[in-house]
């Protein structure tokens, strides 16, 4: 659908001119309105101000709904819950992609497309060699997908609507690789090609784990596992990485550098950054007794440490990807032959008191999806170096359908937000003898 005048209006009274100025409101499908303030600037001479973008909608999008005060996340209009538990990866990169989950025969074409495209130009290694072993892995994917503009000119005209699919489906196909080989380089081991006979998740967890001296095996429930956290993951509204993408892309940049801009924003500890961050933290407190020496840090205006995994801008709730993986974090701890994860009985420990306290409970703080993620992922065997780039590979999907999505959109103009400005007026030049 597209959004609806409504033919109901807020006015502004402008005491400094004595004006009235009339603004539309507009309705979208579901969530909060709008107010139309596109003509804002040329009717009064005001820009809006708004830091941080926290009463700001940047965009029509179709692709994700958060309700942040009940905590719900709908993917084209499927909730997280019923797709991390009755879906796969491509099925929810399908509906992203497309709007609509697939039938078997377009899932077959769908898996079939992304399948092919999991090779790398050979040259690409080369890249990586340039790279010290102990490079932070999300170093070497700025790096790498960004690198991967230097071979895909075909992909410049992104005006051509095929074009651009190609390009997401050669993204999505090539995360895993990437990934895999920004992995194996951190370890010193040969990277491993990927086996087009095997599922996504399952392709991935062999180029990571898997070695050229034997067959590599992963248990079904595992793979499982690893497909559920690509889901929770795969896109999340207009967060900063996904507006990063969408700023980028609006220059007319190729789609590769875009991600890659992605991927540097999602790096960032308040961001995707936040799940190492977490492991780090719950290290650092160490023992139960510890808890509430942090909590009281974390309330400390004077003090920098945050709960790491908690606070979200929107979700002023649980969010329910955090949900699912505190639900099914025992079950996979069993299931990877984990008996007993002192990390996880920390962070019950640090959820239960913090929810417990009015400081959290004022200002609304929950778990958000970064405070359970990592102690799955350190079960699997993954460093916690390599949790943001679990992240990067699983929002791929996301950036590259809002990146898509806005080339698709009518109104499509470059994204330029302008300032309130504090520095000096115009000032006549003086020599350096006089200063
Ligand atoms: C992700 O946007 C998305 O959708 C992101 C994401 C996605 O899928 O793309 O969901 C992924 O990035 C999840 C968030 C991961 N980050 C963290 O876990 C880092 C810790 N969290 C915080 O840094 C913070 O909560 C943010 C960055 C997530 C949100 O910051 P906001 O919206 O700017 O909130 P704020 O800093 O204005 O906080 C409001 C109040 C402040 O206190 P007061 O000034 O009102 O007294 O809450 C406090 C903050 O100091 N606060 C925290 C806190 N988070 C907020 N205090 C202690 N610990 C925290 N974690």
Redesign the pocket.
Known sequence: MDKKETGEYVTMHDSRSGKEFRFALLDGSVGPSVIDIRKLYAETGYFTYDP?FTSTASCDSRLTYIDGDEGVLLHGGYSIEDLAEKANYLEVCHLLLHGELPTQAQYDTFSHNITTHTMLHDQMQYFFRGFRRDAHPMAIMVGAVGALSAFYHDVTDISDENQRMIASHRLIAKMPTLAAMAYKYSVGQPFIYPDNSLSYAANFLKMTFGTPTQEFSVPDSVVRVMDQIFIL?AD??Q???TSTVRLAGSSMANPFACISAGISSLWG????G?NEAVLDMLHQIGTKDRVPEFIKR?KDKDDPF?????????YKNYDPRAGVLKASVRQVLDELGVADEPLLDLALELERIALEDEYFVQ?K?FP???FYSGIILKAMGFPTSMFTVLFALSRTVGWISQWKEMHEDPQKRIGRPRQLFLGEDRRDFVDIAQR
């Open positions: 941080g993951h999340h509204e967060n900063a990485s500890p308040a961001h995707g936040a974390a945050r709960l790491m995994g908690f606070g979200h801008r929107v200002r703080l958000n999806v970064d």
